[in-house]
């Protein structure tokens, strides 16, 4: 996609665009970090946006209260780490469905926000200094403080995926909860794996007022969505048992290059923009389920994303 966007637009500028994602685009590469593990240990959350968006509201509400910025900061986490704790729990524990449980914790994070309040909520003038602005380029990109965090962040999610033992066991568990279950500590892992969903939803709300200092109810919805595109785009199974964070980062930028495409072609409206993620998925999915059957029929596994 890069390659034909440098051909096709004539001041496309790949290296700009792709920096610019990751501070643009912070709040959903988090979420799209988190929701690879849900997905691989065969699960789901759809109450990532609804989290971030309460994360945001808790954050300003906080800082209107009087809360130095530290610990108004440190909220955001907190509530994802709460909201994703409480919703593994009821999915380990109570045997709920994750999509029935996640579904409520959606609902319930956005009426949570909404008692906060109805209105937009924006930080007041300074309160996190200059931080926002601090900027480094290099060559045509530019670094942000959020960019360089949400890329520390890929990192270590990328070294634990593939190099420790939490990823191996979140890929046994999705692959086959039954078979596992001698070797693999099944409950805190499913548990684990919401956990840090959560808690990177709370990560995503801070990352967006870094961007733009307004807690908005519309600013993280229908992310969940965008998050579950991207990981199955990156080649994670929605069946679960195979995936990475790294594919999951592809799937964030193809979806992102997607998004930012009608400002390079005027004629294409955002409903054919959305109608091309879809395509995409669609393409992704059926490439999916025919390396199944061809694996099936083969007698051997597809090899993980």
Do not use: K
């Not at 999915?91 to 319930?108: D, K, N, S, Y």
């Not at 004629?267 to 923009?273: R, Y």
Request: aromatic fraction near 6%; include cysteine.
């Amino acid at each position: 996609m890069l390659v034909i966007a440098e051909v096709r637009y004539p001041g496309f500028d790949a290296a700009g665009v792709v920096s610019g994602l990751w501070t643009s685009r912070a709040p959903l590469i988090l979420v799209s970090i988190g929701m690879t593990w849900v997905v691989i240990a065969g699960g789901i959350d759809l109450a990532v946006g609804a989290v971030a968006t309460l994360s945001a509201f808790v954050t300003v509400w906080a800082a209107q209260a009087g809360v130095p910025p530290a610990l108004a900061v440190a909220c955001g986490p907190l509530v994802g780490l709460i909201a994703g704790a409480t919703q593994g729990l009821a999915v380990q524990r109570l045997g709920l469905p994750a999509f029935i449980v996640t579904l409520a914790g959606m609902f319930l994070a956005r009426g949570a926000a909404l008692m906060l309040s109805t209105e937009p909520l924006s930080l007041q003038r300074g309160y996190f200094g200059e931080l926002p602005g601090w900027a480094w380029s290099l060559g045509r990109t530019e670094s942000t403080v959020t960019s360089l965090c949400v890329l520390g962040v890929a990192g270590c999610a990328i070294v634990w995926d593939f190099r420790g033992v939490g990823g191996r066991w979140v890929r046994a568990l999705g692959d086959n909860p039954v078979a596992c279950s001698g070797r693999v500590p099944v409950a805190r892992v499913r548990v684990a794996t919401y956990v840090l969903s959560g808690a990177l939803a709370g990560v995503a709300g801070i990352a967006a007022l870094l961007y733009v200092p307004t807690a908005s109810h519309d600013q993280s919805q229908g992310m969940e969505l965008d998050a579950i595109a991207s990981v199955v785009i990156g080649g994670t199974l929605i069946t679960g048992g195979r995936g990475s964070v790294l594919g999951t980062l592809v799937g964030v930028h193809v979806v992102g290059l997607a998004l930012v495409l009608p400002a390079y072609e005027p004629g294409l409206s955002p409903g054919a923009v959305q109608m091309l993620v879809a395509a995409v998925l669609l393409a992704f999915v059926v490439a999916q389920t025919v390396l199944r059957r061809l694996a099936g029929s083969t007698g051997r596994g597809v090899a993980p994303a």
